[in-house]
């Protein structure tokens, strides 16, 4: 049996989502989005986090930032420091300050400014004692160096190589951060440097079937005992199940559209 802790997170509403541009193999602004339906996804991910007993503090959206609700991007935040992020592409790059206004406001006062591009969450994953993070299509490899210098924490670097999982979260998801052992991954994203790490690093960790993870099956959030995830990434279930996790499915196909879920939706605010 596992142990939850309660969290504390920040959401976007997708008050203005859209797919107007195409930054992710997963973007087609041809295929329209139902906005009232991405508004209503969304919603009840927030419903079903509080129900769990944590914490979801809300971002104001902005009109001229259609991805802003995927919140995970603007910032990693470890022990009440916040690492800002540079985002890759410039149609991203408002989201950054609004985070950091947001954080300003709310009693943040260790704010770092990245120098190097760096992609927040999206890029880095927290275990009790590392921080892993990835490269290859966002977050610079000088973006890690920086983080570790700024975090203090020893940060892995991992190599994406294909597309589709731009970001690590889309390919590999921290189970459990009270540990260093629990995590699920996808191999095939990564390099096979990468993938011989990961081996090493996390023998008994749940590895993830193709299907499961073009269903965005590791865009997961876990509190140690609840896994939030796409429900489309159903063979993921039984193996969490396996080692004691409480596999909780989401349905925000909308927000699949724009290359994102659950984990993209949630930026952890660990202070
Ligand atoms: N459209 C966004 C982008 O391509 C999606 C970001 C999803 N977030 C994530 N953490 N993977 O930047």
């Not at 997170?9 to 139902?34: E, G, Q, R």
């Not at 597309?163 to 996808?186: G, I, N, Q």
């Amino acid at each position: 049996m596992r142990t939850a802790s309660a969290r504390r997170y920040l959401m976007c509403p997708p008050a203005h989502f859209a797919v107007t541009y195409s930054i992710n193999p997963w973007m087609d602004p041809a295929k329209p989005v139902d906005l009232q339906l991405a508004l209503a996804q969304w919603e009840d991910l927030v419903a079903r986090q509080r129900s769990l007993g944590h914490t979801v503090e809300l971002l104001e959206p902005d009109p001229a930032l259609p991805d802003m609700v995927f919140a995970a991007n603007g910032a990693l935040v470890v022990d009440g420091r916040v690492l800002g992020a540079r985002f890759a592409y410039p149609q991203r790059s408002g989201e950054a300050t609004a985070q950091r206004r947001w954080f300003r406001a709310h009693g943040f006062t260790d704010y770092h400014l990245p120098e190097h591009v760096n992609e927040g969450e999206g890029d880095f994953a927290v275990t009790r004692s590392w921080i892993l993070a990835g490269r290859g299509f966002r977050s610079s490899p000088e973006s890690h160096a920086e983080a570790q210098e700024y975090l203090g924490r020893p940060v892995i670097g991992l190599d994406l190589v294909d597309p589709r999982f731009y970001h690590l979260d889309t390919a590999l998801c921290v189970l459990d951060d009270s540990t260093d052992t629990d995590v699920m991954y996808y191999p095939a994203a990564f390099s096979p440097g990468s993938r011989d790490v990961l081996a090493r690093l996390f023998p008994d960790a749940v590895l993830a079937a193709e299907e499961d993870a073009l269903a965005l099956g590791l865009n997961a959030v876990s509190d140690g005992r609840h896994v939030l995830l796409p429900q489309g990434a159903a063979g993921l279930a039984a193996p969490l199940r396996a080692r004691g996790f409480e596999p909780i499915p989401m349905d925000l196909t909308e927000l699949l559209k724009g290359g994102g879920s659950v984990k993209c939706c949630t930026l952890e605010l660990r202070d």
